[in-house]
Nanobody
Framework: QVQLVESGGGLVQPGGSLRLSCVVSGSMFESLVMAWYRQAPGKSREFVAQIFEAASASTAYRESVKGRFTISRDNAKNTVYLQMNNLIPEDTAVYFC???????????????WGQGTQVTVSS
């Protein structure tokens, strides 16, 4: 069973930085495609960033966070990170870690979500 636990959210002033962490249980972390999503009040959940399996570690970002956010993974710690710099009020949302659905270790996994962590950007 794969479980995801996020941490690192909080209140930060505009222009500040935060680093979110997502610890993933299980022994297949290196094979997993992971992502961060966010959901602002009254809005739909939206894609933020994605990182592919450790062999490539290719990344993708939504346009509005390019150059400010960086997704990375530490395979020794079963952890995926989202480094957020130069935060703006529009980044305020609950941020969710997600395991992208796919075949891992010979077994199919559907989408898995963490519980979310609140990020508030305000002066």
């Amino acid at each position: 069973q794969v479980q995801l636990v996020e941490s690192g959210g909080g209140l930060v002033q505009p222009g500040g930085s935060l680093r979110l962490s997502c610890v993933v249980s299980g022994s297949m972390f290196e094979s997993l495609v992971m992502a961060w999503y966010r959901q602002a009040p009254g809005k739909s959940r939206e894609f933020v960033a994605q990182i592919f399996e450790a062999a490539s570690a290719s990344t993708a970002y939504r346009e509005s966070v390019k150059g400010r956010f960086t997704i990375s993974r530490d395979n020794a710690k079963n952890t995926v990170y989202l480094q957020m710099n130069n935060l703006i009020p529009e980044d305020t949302a609950v941020y969710f870690c997600k395991l992208e659905a796919g075949w891992y270790g010979g077994r199919y996994y559907g989408d898995r979500w963490g519980q979310g962590t609140q990020v508030t950007v305000s002066s």
